[in-house]
C-alpha cells in the first residue's frame, strides 16, 4: 500500500465548498484503486484566520507544511474583509514563494460535453508555463511623497536563473508532447526585460533543436488564444503574463471554474501545491453552485505529480464523462449543484473503475 500525506488548504469562498467535493473525489479513486492511501491534514487558514489572529497563517505553518507530500488548496481572497494584497501575500504567494515553486503549471483543452464561448474553437490542448518567483511580482519598490505627489514604484524582476529556469521546463514539456513552445514577449515596449527574456528564449531554443518555436507579443498572443487556440502547444510567460493568459484559457473551455493548476517545486526541498486558476468567488458563494472541475481536475494534476498517473487519467475520465451527460453547474450551462456534480463523479468513477 502506497502512503501519500496530503496538506488541505480550503481557504476562502468557494474554496470552502469545492475543496471538500474534490476529496471526496479524490478518496473515492483511492478507495477503488486498492493500492493507494490518502491521509489528509486540514489547515484552517485564510481570512477568517486572519479575522481572529491577524496573520494568514500560524507562524510555524511552513514548518508544518514541508513535510507533505503536496499541498491541495482551494482559493484565498475575501477582499471585502481583509484586503487583498495582505491575504495572498500572507498565505498563497508566502507558500510560492517560500517552497520554492518556481514553476507553475496550467493546461487548458477542449473539453468533452463544455460549449466554448467560440463559435469554431477547434480542438485546442495547451499548456501555459507561468514563471511563478519574480517577475511583475516583486516586494522590490514602494510609495513615496504620500502627502504630496505621490509616486508608486513596482520593480519587475527578471533573473537569468529564474528565465531559464522556466523556459528549460517549458521546452521539456514541449519534448513530451506536440514540440512546440511559445514565447509570451512584449519587447516592443517593454525596453530592457523583454529583449531579455527574448534573448534567453534564444539560447535556451538552441539546446532543443527538435522543437519548434514561436516568439509573439501577447497583446496579439491573447488575442489568438481567441481567434487561433488550437494553434499553441505550450506557451512560457512571465509570471503576470502567465497569469493573465490562463484566464483566457479557462474562459475559452467554457468557465474559469474549469481550469487547474499546479505550483512546483522542482528542486525537490519542498512539496508541490496543487490549487484551480479560479479564486475565492465571494459573488457566488454559500449557494453550492460552484463548478467543482477546476479543484478536482487539479487533484488530478497532484495525482500526475504523485506518479499516480493510470489513476489521475481514471479522475479526468469520470469528469469528462459526467460534464458531456449534461450534469453541469450553471457557469456552464446547467443547473446542478455542487455536490450533485461532485456525486455523479465520484458514481461514474465507481462504474469505470469499480
Ligand atoms: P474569481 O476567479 O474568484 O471569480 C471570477 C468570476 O468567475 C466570478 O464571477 C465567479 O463567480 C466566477 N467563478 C470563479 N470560479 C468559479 C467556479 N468554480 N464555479 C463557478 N463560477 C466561478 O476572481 P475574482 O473575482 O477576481 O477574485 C475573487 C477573490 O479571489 C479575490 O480576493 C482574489 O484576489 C482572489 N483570487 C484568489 C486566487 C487564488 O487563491 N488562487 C485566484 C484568483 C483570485
Ligand atoms: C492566480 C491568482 C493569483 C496570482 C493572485 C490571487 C495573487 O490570480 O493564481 O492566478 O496572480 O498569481
Ligand atoms: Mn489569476
Not at 200 to 205: A, E, G, M, T
Not at 297 to 311: C, Q, R, V
Amino acid at each position: 500500500m502506497k502512503r501519500y500525506e496530503l496538506a488541505v488548504i480550503p481557504g476562502d469562498g468557494i474554496g470552502k465548498e469545492v475543496v471538500p467535493s474534490a476529496v471526496k473525489v479524490l478518496q473515492t479513486a483511492a478507495t477503488l484503486h486498492g493500492g493507494i492511501q490518502l491521509e489528509t491534514t486540514e489547515f484552517p487558514w485564510g481570512c477568517d484566520y486572519y479575522i481572529k489572529h491577524g496573520k494568514m497563517m500560524s507562524d510555524d505553518g511552513l514548518e508544518r507544511l514541508k513535510n507533505f507530500d503536496a499541498i491541495f488548496l482551494g482559493a484565498v481572497g475575501d477582499p471585502n474583509k481583509v484586503p487583498d494584497h495582505i491575504s495572498l501575500w500572507g498565505l498563497l504567494i508566502h507558500i510560492r514563494r517560500e517552497f520554492e515553486q518556481t514553476i507553475n503549471i496550467r493546461p487548458a483543452k477542449l473539453f468533452k460535453g463544455l460549449t466554448s464561448p467560440l463559435v469554431d474553437p477547434g480542438a485546442f490542448n495547451f499548456l501555459v508555463v507561468r514563471e511563478n518567483s519574480e517577475g511583475e511580482y516583486s516586494e522590490s519598490g514602494g510609495r513615496i511623497h504620500k502627502e504630496t505627489d505621490e509616486i508608486a514604484i513596482q520593480n519587475a524582476i527578471f533573473t537569468r536563473k529564474a528565465t531559464e529556469r522556466v523556459m528549460d521546463y517549458a521546452f521539456k514539456q514541449a519534448v513530451l508532447r506536440k514540440g512546440h513552445v511559445t514565447s509570451a514577449t512584449k519587447s516592443n515596449g517593454i525596453v530592457h526585460s523583454m529583449p531579455f527574456w527574448d534573448e534567453v528564449f534564444n539560447d535556451v531554443s538552441k539546446r532543443y533543436t527538435g522543437v519548434r518555436t514561436s516568439s509573439v507579443h501577447i497583446d496579439a498572443l491573447a488575442a489568438f488564444f481567441v481567434t487561433k487556440p488550437s494553434d499553441f502547444d505550450v506557451i512560457v510567460a512571465s509570471n503576470l503574463f502567465g497569469d493573465i493568459l490562463t484566464d483566457i484559457g479557462g474562459a475559452i473551455m467554457g468557465s474559469i471554474g474549469i481550469a487547474p493548476a499546479g505550483n512546483i517545486n522542482i528542486n525537490g526541498k519542498y512539496p508541490s501545491m496543487f490549487e484551480p486558476v479560479h479564486g475565492s468567488a465571494p459573488d457566488i458563494y454559500g449557494k453550492g453552485i460552484a463548478n467543482p472541475i477546476g479543484q478536482i481536475w487539479t487533484a488530478s494534476l497532484m495525482l500526475d505529480h504523485l506518479g499516480e498517473i493510470a489513476l489521475a487519467r481514471e479522475v479526468l475520465r469520470a469528469m469528462e464523462e459526467v460534464t458531456d451527460a449534461g450534469i453541469k453547474t450553471r457557469d456552464i450551462g446547467g443547473n446542478a449543484t455542487t455536490d450533485e456534480v461532485t456525486n455523479k463523479i465520484c458514481l461514474q468513477l465507481q462504474n469505470n473503475i469499480g
